[in-house]
């Protein structure tokens, strides 16, 4: 039965060819931390997933459900549907969820990209969380009154040949500095996918209300914390205390971690936030978060690696 999402591995567990059979060429397992493609289930109660490894051969295998946690994209309010939360679980489903970047740590494995290649200590980058998106909810909702011709051009990765977002001067320099990915059209992708379904629908609104909520952040104890720890490895449960901190308490429990293997080390890469109601003058981050609902931590820990390809 096919699904799409992903399958945050909580505990190593083998990831078999034939989980009947218990057949596992290579001997290969999931790690604690990493999240995986999921691509299937084998039942509508499934008592076993298909994702996808990298490296693995083959590539598809089948993991426990007590293996991890999911989330099916093909499911309304995604960032709920984990089979493992945590946390209050007051509050409503989000609406939006807010994803940023931690450019070091997503960089490692893309040094092919211009913003990666041009990655120094003394950038914004090096210190501040970056925008990825703002994404209404449920994920799968995107591409409002796109045309089929530019939905396929986008979900080819082909962002350069995507129509240019028509921002002010203000707004544009802001966003080049706060997203850095715009040096690979990140900002045509976010926008063609999910800024179409923004309901105050133009460009400029919908990254002037995300940059402020990055500004939020990067002004907060969530952004000295990292700061203070680059080079470190923190847990999730530290990254929540510190959005307590920053955004009342419970703030943590709408936050969630994501990280990446590197080697031997896990590199965090990204936090999402879930929020209720879309961000405007009015409403802070605070107020946003703590009206909607807990989601799973995912990764347990992570490195906040510094600047530079290791």
């Given at each position: 039965?096919?699904?799409?999402g992903?399958?945050?591995?909580?505990?190593?567990?083998?990831?078999?060819?034939?989980?009947?059979?218990?057949?596992?060429?290579?001997?290969?397992?999931i790690?604690?931390?990493?999240?995986?493609?999921?691509?299937?289930?084998?039942?509508?109660?499934?008592s076993?997933y298909r994702?996808?490894?990298?490296?693995?051969?083959?590539?598809?295998?089948?993991?426990?459900?007590?293996?991890?946690s999911?989330?099916?994209?093909?499911?309304s309010?995604?960032?709920?549907?984990?089979?493992?939360?945590?946390?209050?679980s007051?509050?409503?489903?989000a609406?939006?969820?807010l994803?940023?970047?931690?450019?070091?740590?997503?960089?490692?494995?893309?040094?092919?990209?211009?913003e990666?290649?041009s990655?120094?200590?003394d950038?914004?980058?090096?210190?501040?969380?970056?925008?990825?998106?703002?994404?209404?909810?449920?994920?799968?909702?995107?591409?409002?009154?796109?045309?089929q011709?530019?939905?396929?051009?986008?979900?080819?990765?082909?962002?350069?040949a995507l129509?240019?977002?028509?921002?002010?001067?203000?707004?544009?320099?802001?966003?080049?500095?706060?997203?850095?990915g715009?040096?690979?059209f990140?900002?045509?992708?976010e926008?063609?996918?999910?800024g179409?379904?923004?309901?105050r629908?133009d460009?400029e609104?919908?990254?002037?209300?995300?940059?402020?909520?990055?500004d939020?952040?990067?002004g907060?104890?969530?952004?000295?914390?990292f700061?203070?720890?680059?080079?470190q490895?923190?847990?999730?449960?530290?990254?929540?205390g510190a959005?307590?901190?920053?955004?009342g308490?419970?703030?943590?429990?709408?936050?969630?971690?994501?990280?990446?293997?590197?080697?031997?080390?896990?590199?965090?890469?990204?936090i999402?936030?879930?929020l209720?109601?879309?961000?405007?003058?009015?409403?802070?981050?605070?107020?946003?978060?703590?009206?909607s609902?807990?989601?799973?931590?995912?990764?347990p820990s992570?490195?906040?690696?510094?600047?530079?390809?290791?």
């Amino acid at each position: 039965m096919a699904v799409r999402g992903s399958f945050l591995a909580t505990k190593d567990c083998p990831a078999f060819q034939s989980f009947r059979k218990t057949t596992n060429p290579g001997g290969v397992k999931i790690e604690a931390g990493h999240s995986y493609p999921l691509l299937a289930k084998n039942a509508p109660e499934p008592s076993q997933y298909r994702v996808r490894i990298e490296g693995a051969v083959p590539p598809e295998r089948w993991v426990s459900v007590d293996c991890g946690s999911y989330n099916d994209e093909g499911a309304s309010g995604d960032l709920q549907n984990s089979r493992a939360g945590s946390g209050s679980s007051a509050g409503r489903p989000a609406e939006f969820v807010l994803s940023l970047g931690w450019e070091p740590g997503f960089c490692e494995g893309h040094a092919d990209k211009a913003e990666c290649a041009s990655q120094t200590l003394d950038h914004f980058d090096a210190t501040h969380f970056t925008l990825h998106g703002l994404w209404p909810q449920p994920r799968r909702r995107g591409y409002c009154n796109v045309s089929q011709a530019l939905i396929d051009t986008d979900r080819k990765g082909d962002w350069q040949a995507l129509p240019e977002v028509d921002l002010d001067a203000a707004t544009r320099a802001h966003l080049v500095i706060a997203m850095p990915g715009t040096q690979s059209f990140l900002d045509r992708h976010e926008w063609t996918r999910h800024g179409t379904c923004y309901e105050r629908g133009d460009a400029e609104t919908y990254f002037r209300e995300a940059l402020s909520l990055l500004d939020e952040v990067n002004g907060s104890a969530v952004q000295a914390l990292f700061v203070a720890n680059i080079g470190q490895e923190i847990t999730v449960g530290v990254v929540r205390g510190a959005f307590d901190v920053a955004f009342g308490s419970g703030a943590g429990d709408r936050v969630r971690l994501s990280c990446k293997r590197d080697g031997s080390r896990r590199l965090i890469t990204e936090i999402t936030i879930g929020l209720v109601a879309q961000p405007g003058t009015s409403n802070t981050l605070a107020d946003l978060i703590k009206a909607s609902t807990a989601t799973d931590p995912g990764c347990p820990s992570g490195i906040i690696d510094p600047v530079g390809l290791q």
